[in-house]
């Protein structure tokens, strides 16, 4: 897992192709990018992968949900590099990062309902995930080789940065049918949660850490209903949010110096950080718990209605996959180590509306359009016709 309806409003929500966010990073993005508008997966016979072209309306809610997340996501990065020292602006980040990636993994997991792994939808998940995958891991070695890292592999299979997303939503949906003839899956998902937090020798392939701890939010997201979202907009929802904040924020300050950021990051062993075992397990539970609600908290506050940055939804997958080079060009350059007053509240502030104005940019249609060619690839040529027409006969 970035979409404030109004809570007398309890009509269904309206029905959309499905779109998958694209988190975040680092974390990121997802990432659905579909320019046209989108179906829910009781429209569509399956889900559209966050790249897929749709032709029907696209529901406002969540195109607002992932705008909004995914400029949080710019705004954490943003964050990073200068908030040592700072305990309110580390609490902050904190309680972004407990929910900006969880919202994209439960809206993911959401829109995927449907996939069954039929050859239309295995076509639509190599096209849609796997190839910007590709294409930007390849694109991020080499930035780092030629930014700071000579001798910085070319790995498909350890994602560097922001890519483990697109890694860890590969796996996920194919996945799905696993999920979805189990009778229980968010308990197993939670127990496979956890057995990951205290198994420290997992390995870096596909950042498997990421893909086993993220894994219960893309389950959770993959057994709600369109009149659990319908909850959220209730007026009364909208109103416990703002406690349910005040006190998330609260909390984090008490925390700031006295927890490590890697647990919420999801990609180490508690062993990693210098934890007994037994704390991997208590804090899938406590972190899961903590995503879930301010999750809830975060969706209550979306708008509903179509708003200026609507649209944008759409083109969360491109401000995702760009904005690190952005953020990694600033850090190699020593840009933050030159500029001492970046670090003070002032240029603070001055990096967080920077990081949402920059984001914002990123994810207007123009740069989708120059970016089609990597993250919504036709690839005719690459499929048997046959597919291509049982694709259009399902339509």
Same mark, same amino acid.
């Given at each position: 897992?970035?979409?404030? /309806?109004?809570? @007398?409003?309890?009509? &269904?929500?309206?029905?959309?192709?499905?779109?998958?966010?694209?988190?975040?990073?680092?974390?990121?993005?997802?990432?659905?990018?579909?320019?046209?508008?989108?179906?829910?997966?009781?429209?569509?016979a399956?889900?559209? &992968?966050?790249?897929?072209? +749709?032709?029907?309306?696209?529901d406002?809610f =969540?195109?607002?949900?992932?705008y909004?997340?995914?400029?949080?996501?710019?705004i954490?990065?943003?964050?990073?590099?200068?908030?040592?020292?700072?305990?309110?602006?580390?609490?902050?980040?904190?309680?972004v990062?407990?929910?900006?990636?969880p919202? =994209?993994?439960?809206?993911?997991?959401?829109?995927?309902?449907?996939?069954?792994?039929?050859?239309?939808?295995?076509?639509?998940?190599?096209?849609?995930?796997?190839v910007? @995958?590709?294409?930007?891991?390849?694109? @991020?070695?080499?930035?780092k080789?030629?930014?700071?890292? /000579?001798?910085?592999?070319?790995?498909?299979l350890? /994602?560097?940065?922001?890519? %483990?997303?697109?890694?860890?939503?590969?796996?996920?949906?194919?996945?799905?049918? $696993?999920?979805?003839?189990?009778?229980?899956?968010?308990?197993?998902?939670?127990?496979?949660?956890?057995?990951?937090?205290? +198994?420290?020798? $997992?390995?870096?392939?596909? *950042?498997?850490?990421?893909?086993?701890?993220?894994?219960?939010?893309?389950?959770?997201?993959?057994?709600?209903?369109?009149?659990h979202?319908?909850?959220?907009?209730?007026?009364?929802?909208r109103?416990?949010?703002?406690?349910?904040? #005040?006190?998330?924020?609260?909390?984090?300050?008490?925390? !700031?110096?006295?927890?490590?950021?890697? %647990?919420?990051?999801?990609?180490?062993?508690?062993?990693?950080?210098?934890?007994?075992?037994?704390?991997?397990?208590?804090? +899938?539970?406590?972190?899961?718990?903590?995503?879930?609600v301010?999750? !809830?908290?975060?969706?209550?506050? #979306? &708008?509903?209605?179509?708003?200026?940055? +609507?649209?944008?939804?759409?083109?969360?997958?491109?401000? @995702?996959?760009?904005?690190?080079?952005?953020?990694?060009?600033?850090?190699?350059?020593?840009?933050?180590d030159? *500029?001492?007053?970046?670090?003070?509240?002032?240029?603070?502030?001055?990096?967080?509306?920077?990081?949402?104005?920059v984001?914002?940019?990123?994810?207007?249609?123009?740069v989708?359009?120059?970016?089609?060619?990597?993250?919504e690839?036709?690839?005719?040529?690459?499929?048997?016709?046959?597919?291509?027409?049982s694709?259009?006969?399902?339509?």
């Amino acid at each position: 897992m970035s979409h404030a /309806p109004h809570g @007398y409003e309890r009509a &269904p929500l309206p029905r959309t192709r499905e779109v998958d966010p694209v988190p975040p990073t680092a974390h990121t993005a997802s990432a659905a990018v579909a320019e046209t508008p989108a179906r829910t997966p009781h429209d569509s016979a399956e889900p559209a &992968p966050p790249t897929a072209r +749709t032709a029907t309306k696209r529901d406002a809610f =969540f195109d607002n949900a992932k705008y909004l997340a995914i400029v949080l996501v710019a705004i954490g990065h943003a964050w990073e590099p200068v908030m040592e020292g700072s305990r309110a602006t580390k609490a902050l980040y904190m309680v972004v990062y407990s929910f900006h990636m969880p919202a =994209f993994i439960v809206i993911s997991g959401y829109f995927s309902r449907s996939y069954t792994g039929s050859p239309r939808q295995l076509r639509r998940l190599l096209t849609g995930v796997a190839v910007p @995958y590709i294409v930007f891991e390849v694109a @991020y070695s080499l930035f780092k080789r030629a930014a700071n890292d /000579p001798g910085h592999p070319i790995s498909l299979l350890d /994602p560097w940065y922001l890519t %483990w997303f697109l890694a860890a939503l590969f796996v996920w949906r194919l996945t799905t049918p $696993i999920w979805l003839s189990l009778r229980h899956p968010l308990p197993v998902a939670l127990g496979i949660a956890a057995l990951a937090s205290f +198994t420290p020798n $997992i390995g870096e392939d596909l *950042n498997l850490q990421r893909v086993l701890q993220f894994l219960p939010l893309f389950v959770l997201g993959l057994i709600l209903k369109p009149e659990h979202f319908q909850l959220v907009r209730r007026r009364e929802v909208r109103m416990l949010a703002v406690p349910v904040f #005040v006190g998330a924020i609260a909390f984090a300050y008490w925390a !700031a110096v006295r927890m490590q950021n890697a %647990w919420f990051y999801h990609n180490s062993a508690a062993q990693d950080q210098g934890a007994p075992w037994w704390m991997g397990i208590v804090m +899938t539970f406590a972190l899961f718990g903590c995503s879930v609600v301010l999750t !809830a908290a975060f969706l209550a506050w #979306v &708008p509903r209605r179509k708003m200026w940055f +609507t649209a944008l939804g759409a083109g969360t997958i491109c401000g @995702y996959l760009l904005h690190g080079f952005l953020v990694k060009g600033a850090v190699y350059s020593g840009i933050f180590d030159t *500029n001492a007053w970046l670090a003070e509240p002032a240029g603070r502030v001055f990096l967080t509306l920077l990081a949402g104005a920059v984001m914002t940019l990123l994810c207007t249609p123009p740069v989708r359009r120059l970016l089609r060619f990597a993250t919504e690839p036709e690839m005719a040529w690459a499929f048997r016709r046959d597919v291509g027409r049982s694709s259009k006969q399902a339509k």
